[in-house]
């Protein structure tokens, strides 16, 4: 079973910060995904990173695969109260996709 | 936008009768997965399916689960006989293409056990 490891678990900040958060495992994945889920519904897909020390760019989130493809991290600019949500990263193995725990971000106002 | 959509949203049922779990995914997939979601837990992977088999199955997913896809269109997960702890969050999800990548998610079933 591959393990993912997210950290921090939670993190509350104030408007306009900068955070980073973290997706760690002893396995080598085909590819990352990083998604986000509100209470209540679906995780929704936010970006798929396939190639090691690839960065992806979505607005104000930074995205980047390790270069060995084990890790991953999420880096938000200038975060805002609509960033507020639990990140969740998911590596592919052969046939599945394994989620880890998540982080629980507040930004408050 | 085409999008993964899940029947019902909310299920409550007694301890030891069985449940159907439906799912519509994108037209285009190939690859369905069930995962469940435990109030405040993590999201845990319980089957793969390709090519109308099971290409991987989690330590969760035991006998009392089976997945179906009866025709071209529906992807279904049932539970036969259901115990307390089966009450959670159910989520369908598909991907066009390579297992296991970009898989887009449904709003998943409530699952009550009483």
């Known amino acids: 079973t591959q393990l993912l490891e997210q950290s921090p678990q939670f993190l509350s900040i104030q408007e306009g910060e900068n955070l980073t958060v973290y997706c760690n495992s002893s396995?080598?994945?085909?590819?990352l995904q990083w998604y986000r889920q509100e209470p209540g519904e679906g995780p929704v897909l936010l970006v798929t990173v396939v190639t090691g020390g690839e960065v992806k760019k979505l607005k104000r989130l930074t995205f980047q695969f390790g270069d060995a493809r084990k890790d991953s991290s999420l880096h938000i600019t200038a975060a805002q109260p609509g960033d507020t949500g639990l990140y969740l990263c998911?590596?592919?193995?052969?046939?599945?996709?394994?989620f880890g725990a998540g982080t629980r971000l507040t930004v408050k106002p | 936008e085409p999008e993964v959509t899940q029947t019902p949203s909310h299920q409550v049922t007694q301890m030891g009768q069985e449940v159907i779990l439906r799912c519509v995914p994108i037209?285009?997939?190939?690859?369905f997965y069930w995962y469940r979601q435990i109030l405040g837990q993590k999201v845990e992977f319980l089957v793969s399916f390709y090519n109308n088999e099971i290409s991987e199955k989690s330590e969760i997913f035991d006998d009392q689960f089976s997945v179906e896809r009866p025709d071209g269109s529906n992807f279904t997960l049932k539970i036969r006989s259901t115990k307390l702890e089966d009450s959670a969050m159910y989520f369908c999800?598909?991907?066009?293409?390579?297992?296991?990548?970009?898989?887009?998610f449904g709003q998943g079933t409530r699952l009550t056990v009483v």
């Open positions: 037209s285009n997939h190939l690859y």
């Open positions: 999800a598909s991907s066009e293409a390579l297992a296991g990548r970009e898989a887009f």
């Open positions: 396995s080598v994945f085909s590819s």
């Open positions: 998911a590596g592919a193995g052969n046939n599945d996709m394994r």
